[in-house]
């Protein structure tokens, strides 16, 4: 099973300021990285696949970047609507597996 | 507008067995395949099971191998999730999700099943 390790767990920051979090994969992946959304109650929303494809109409602050092992999510500048927790997810093996998440906060 | 409705979650004893189904609209169902990801109360995410669209491939997480069972029904436009032997580890929001390439870009609202005695 490839275990999939985001950092930090939490990452405090403030509105128009710039995230950046972090998926390490215990094994290469390619490309087969994807980041997804949840806001609080609500279900996860796709942001990234293919470690750095946008999906349909995900803001251009969402960017993704990577290769192998070491993947990044940037939010260049943070929305109110930005504040929520954020999920990798390697689909590059069986079983697919996810982050732990980075919630990401005031 | 592609819409997954997930049925059929609810309140069960540890040992027993639920039925969950996912309805499926606006995208040719047939053509896709299908999984199911479930979240347990203030958790992460984590995937469960995978079958494909000619339901000829089918894969489960360690966690749900020989208890769960997958299967869809494509002239029905629904996936389902046969459920046993629950115990309070399977409490969680269960999501029907399509996959494209591997990924996930179409979530259910997803249907809540309570482990517990």
């Known amino acids: 099973e490839i275990v999939m390790t985001q950092s930090p767990a939490t990452l405090s920051v403030s509105p128009g300021e710039r995230a950046t979090l972090s998926c390490r994969a215990s094994q290469s992946l390619s490309n087969k990285l994807a980041w997804y959304q949840q806001r609080p109650g609500q279900t996860p929303r796709l942001l990234i696949y293919?470690?750095?494809i946008r999906a349909t109409d995900i803001p251009a602050r969402f960017s993704g970047s990577g290769f192998g092992t070491e993947f990044t999510l940037t939010i260049s500048s943070l929305q109110s609507e930005d504040f929520a927790v954020y999920y990798c997810h390697q689909y590059f093996n069986w079983p697919r597996t996810f982050g732990q998440g980075t919630k990401v906060e005031i | 507008e592609v819409l997954l409705v997930e049925s059929g979650g609810g309140f069960i004893q540890p040992g027993g067995s639920l039925r969950l189904s996912c309805a499926a609209s606006g995208f040719s169902f047939r053509t896709h395949s299908m999984n199911w990801v479930r979240q347990a109360p203030g958790k992460g995410l984590e995937w469960i099971s995978y079958e494909t669209s000619d339901e000829k491939t089918i894969h489960y997480a360690d966690s749900v191998k020989g208890r769960f069972t997958i299967s869809r029904d494509n002239d029905r436009y629904s996936l389902y999730l046969q459920m046993n032997s629950l115990t309070d580890l399977d409490t969680a929001v269960y999501y029907c999700?399509?996959?494209?390439?591997?990924?996930?870009?179409?979530w259910g609202q997803g249907t809540l099943v309570t482990v517990s005695s």
């Open positions: 999700v399509v996959s494209i390439e591997g990924y996930f870009p179409y």
């Open positions: 293919d470690t750095f």
